[in-house]
C-alpha cells in the first residue's frame, strides 16, 4: 500500500514514517487474509489475529528513534529565533486530506490522494479513504503504553477507535474533525517551489530593499514558493558578522529558508570562517562578485584561492558574471556621451561582458576543478560558455575509464598529447582517441531568472524615468531574443533551474539616480511571480513537461542545494511543502494586487493560464482563495550539506590527473 522511502531525514520524522509503513503493510497483508475490509471488521474473532500480528511485529520498535535522535533532528532544522525543539504550536498540528488531484514530482506524476501530518508528508497513495486503518495501527505503534492497552484490555477495542478519529470505519469518505480536507479534482499537485537567488533586506547605496524576510516571503508564498535562498553580504569582510545580521533579520520569516555566503576578501581568517560555515552553520555555497568594482568586485587571484577553498570543503562556488573593470569603463563612457538615464545601464555592461567573466570563471573552475554555479544568466553571450563547458567537446580532452558507469562513447579525433584542466580531467590525450558524447564536461550550473526569460530592454529606453527606473538589474534585462534562447537552454538542459534575483526598491529609492543611471539601486521583482510566469511561458507554450516544470522550480534546486529529499518532492517523509496549482485558471499581475512592498511590477499586466490556488508551507495551508495567511517567526533556517551530487568523481579525477603527469622527470646534472 505505502512503499518504504529511502534517503529521508532522521529522526522524529523517520520514526512516524516508519510506524505508518508498518502499519500500511499490516492492513495490506490484513485485507489480503480476510481480516480487515468487511461488515465484520471487529467481530470476536479479530483481536486474535490483531494481537498475534502486533505482538510479533513488537520488533519493529527499533525503527523508532531514541530521543538523541529526535534531538539530533531539531537541532538541524531549528528556526532562528525559536525557543527550542518538541514545542510544536497549533498551527503546526494540522491534519490534511489532498483529494484527487495529479501529483507531480520530477520524476513522474500520479493521481494520488496525499496525507499530512504535523508538517510531514506522511502518505502518498490513491484513495486515501482507507488509510484510517494505517492511522489507527501507527496511533498503536507509538508508545509501549497504547500497545499494552490494546494487548491486554481487548474489550476496550472501541474505546481506542473512539479516540483515534482521524477516518471512521464504514463512512466513505468522511473525515475527523481535526483533518482538513482540500479537493485538488482536476488540478496539479507539486512540491513548493524554492527559489535559489533572493536578497531580502538588503543594503546598498545607502538604503535597503523594501522586501524583508516577512513581506518578501509573504509574496513568495502567495506565488507558490515555499522556501528560498538568500545571500549573505559580509560585514567588513567578516563572514561571521555578516550571518549574525541576516540571523537577525530572519527572525521575523514566515517561511523556510537557507544562506549562501558572499565572498568579498580572502585571507587565513576568511578561510577559517568559510570552513566554520560549511561544517556548523549549514551554509553550503559562496558567491564571489565579479562585477561591481570597489564594492563587492574580486580579482582573478581572490577568485581562485576561493575556487581551492570551494573545493576543500565541498561547497558550490557562485558566481556574478560581468567583467567589472569592462563594466567601469563602460559606465564612464556613458556619462561623457551625456547618457544618464537607465538605457545607460544596460548600455555600459553589454552581453559580450557577461559571457567574458562567464567563460574565464569557467575556465578558472576547470583549472581548480571544482563545480561552479552561474547565477542570473541573461545573455546568449554567458549561456553559450555554459553550454560550450557541459558539452563533450568544449575542451578535447581524454576520458579516463571511472569505475562508475559513463554513457556510451563515440569516436572523434583529438590532438596529440593535449591536456587541460576540467571536472572529468584526463591528460596526455592520443592522437585518436575514445570520447564520451554527453557529461563528460565541466560541472557548470547555469541560473536564469524569470526577468530574463520573459522581458526585453526596451522599457528601459521609455520616456518615464519611473517606468524605465524598475527595470534596472544586473547583468541588465537584454534585448528582444535573448529571452528566446534562454527559454530554449532551459528546455534542452543547458540551464538547469529557474530563480528570480529578487531585490526590490521603491520608486523613490530608484529615483536616487534621476541624474546618474550609476546611482540607481539595482533590482527587479520576480519571487511572487516566478511560479506562475515559468507555467505560462514554458509549459503552456509547450517547451517543457510538468514534471519538467517542478524540476526547474523545485527539485533541481533541492539537489543542487542538497535538501533533497526534504525538499522539491512530494514522497513520504517529505516537508510538507505544497502548492495546488489550476491549470485551467488564469492570472493577471499588477502592483495593486501583488504582496511585496514594492510600489512598481516589472510585469505588470500581464496575463497568463495557470495560477497556484493553494500554498501549503510545514503542513500549513497558507494561501487559498486569495487570502494569506502567514505568522511572522515562523519559517525555519534550513541547513545545507556540503558535497553535492557535483562532487561526485572529483577525487578520482584529480587522481587520474596526477598520475598522468610523469613529472618531475629525474635528471642527470653534468659535473663538468
Known amino acids: 500500500m505505502i512503499e518504504a522511502v529511502t534517503s529521508i531525514t532522521t529522526g522524529a520524522r523517520e520514526g512516524r514514517v516508519c510506524a505508518f509503513l508498518w502499519a500500511a503493510r499490516w492492513y495490506s497483508n490484513s485485507k489480503t487474509l480476510g481480516w480487515v475490509g468487511s461488515d465484520s471488521i471487529w467481530t470476536h474473532s479479530m483481536p486474535y489475529h490483531f494481537s498475534l500480528s502486533l505482538s510479533l511485529s513488537l520488533l519493529l520498535f527499533t525503527c523508532f528513534p531514541s530521543n538523541s535522535l529526535s534531538n539530533q533532528f531539531c537541532k538541524t532544522e531549528i528556526g532562528i529565533g525559536e525557543v527550542g525543539c518538541g514545542i510544536i504550536s497549533s498551527s503546526s498540528t494540522t491534519k490534511l486530506l489532498i483529494k484527487g488531484g495529479t501529483v507531480v514530482n520530477a520524476h513522474h506524476q500520479e493521481f494520488a490522494d496525499v496525507y499530512v501530518e504535523d508538517g510531514i508528508i506522511v502518505a502518498v497513495e490513491p484513495n486515501l479513504r482507507e488509510l484510517y486503518y494505517v492511522r489507527l495501527l501507527a496511533e498503536l505503534a507509538e508508545s509501549n503504553t497504547k500497545f499494552d492497552r490494546f494487548l491486554h484490555e481487548k474489550s476496550r477495542v472501541t474505546y481506542h477507535l473512539d479516540k483515534l478519529d482521524v477516518f471512521p470505519p464504514n463512512v466513505s469518505g468522511s473525515v475527523g474533525d481535526d483533518v482538513k480536507v482540500i479537493d485538488a479534482t482536476g488540478k496539479y499537485v507539486m512540491p513548493g517551489g524554492i527559489d535559489p537567488h533572493t536578497h531580502l533586506a538588503m543594503e546598498a547605496l545607502n538604503t535597503e530593499t523594501v522586501d524583508d524576510f516577512f513581506s518578501g516571503q509573504a509574496a513568495a508564498l502567495a506565488g507558490g514558493t515555499t522556501m528560498h535562498i538568500d545571500f549573505v553580504i559580509p560585514v567588513n569582510g567578516s563572514l561571521t558578522a555578516g550571518l549574525e545580521v541576516y540571523e537577525e533579520k530572519a527572525k521575523k520569516s514566515c517561511m523556510d529558508y537557507g544562506f549562501h555566503m558572499v565572498i568579498t576578501k580572502f585571507d587565513d581568517i576568511v578561510s577559517r570562517d568559510m570552513e566554520i560555515m560549511v561544517k556548523e552553520r549549514g551554509i553550503n555555497s559562496f558567491k564571489f562578485f565579479l562585477a561591481y568594482k570597489g564594492v563587492l568586485m574580486v580579482n582573478d587571484e581572490l577568485l581562485l584561492e576561493g575556487l581551492k577553498r570551494c573545493k576543500s570543503l565541498g561547497a558550490l562556488a557562485m558566481v556574478h558574471a560581468e567583467n567589472g573593470d569592462a563594466v567601469f569603463e563602460g559606465q564612464k563612457r556613458m556619462i561623457q556621451l551625456g547618457i544618464t538615464g537607465p538605457e545607460g545601464h544596460a548600455l ?53 575509464l571511472f569505475s562508475s558507469p559513463l554513457p556510451s562513447p563515440t569516436f572523434i579525433k583529438a590532438p596529440r598529447n593535449l591536456s587541460f584542466g576540467t571536472v572529468n580531467r584526463v591528460v596526455k590525450c592520443t592522437s585518436t582517441t575514445r570520447f564520451y558524447s554527453r557529461h563528460i564536461g565541466q560541472r557548470v550550473i547555469g541560473e536564469p531568472v524569470v526577468s530574463g526569460l520573459v522581458l526585453d530592454d526596451s522599457r528601459l529606453w521609455d520616456s518615464d524615468f519611473t517606468t524605465a527606473s524598475k527595470y534596472v538589474m544586473s547583468p541588465p534585462i537584454r534585448a528582444s531574443g535573448h529571452g528566446k534562447a534562454l527559454q530554449s537552454a532551459l528546455s534542452n538542459g543547458v540551464l538547469q533551474l529557474v530563480g528570480t534575483d529578487h531585490c526590490v526598491f ?167
Open 506 to 672: 521603491n520608486s523613490t529609492q530608484k529615483a536616487f539616480g534621476i541624474d546618474d543611471f550609476r546611482k540607481i539601486p539595482n533590482g527587479v521583482n520576480g519571487i511572487e511571480e516566478r511560479m506562475h510566469l515559468v507555467w505560462d511561458t514554458m509549459v503552456e507554450s509547450g517547451q517543457i513537461s510538468v514534471t519538467d516544470y517542478v524540476r526547474v522550480t523545485s527539485t533541481e534546486c533541492a539537489k543542487i542545494f542538497n535538501i533533497y529529499p526534504r525538499k522539491g518532492a512530494i514522497i513520504a517523509g517529505s516537508d510538507a511543502d505544497i502548492i495546488i496549482l489550476n491549470p485551467h485558471s488564469s492570472f493577471e499581475i499588477n502592483a495593486r494586487s501583488h504582496h511585496s512592498r514594492t510600489d512598481t511590477n516589472v510585469y505588470e499586466g500581464r496575463r497568463g493560464k495557470g495560477k497556484v490556488e493553494v500554498t501549503i508551507a510545514g503542513g500549513r495551508v497558507v494561501w487559498e482563495n486569495n487570502e494569506l495567511k502567514v505568522v511572522p517567526g515562523s519559517g525555519k533556517y534550513i541547513k545545507m550539506a556540503p558535497f553535492n551530487y557535483l562532487f561526485s568523481g572529483i577525487d578520482r579525477a584529480d587522481a587520474s590527473y596526477l598520475s598522468s603527469l610523469n613529472a618531475p622527470v629525474n635528471r642527470f646534472k653534468s659535473t663538468t
Open 348 to 400: 555600459s555592461r553589454p552581453p559580450l561582458l557577461e559571457g567574458e567573466a562567464t567563460a574565464r570563471a569557467i575556465r578558472l573552475a576547470g583549472f581548480v576543478n571544482t563545480p561552479l554555479y552561474v547565477v542570473h544568466v541573461m545573455s546568449i553571450d554567458a549561456m553559450e560558455e555554459i553550454a560550450r563547458a557541459r558539452k563533450s567537446d568544449y575542451f578535447p580532452k581524454c576520458v579516463a
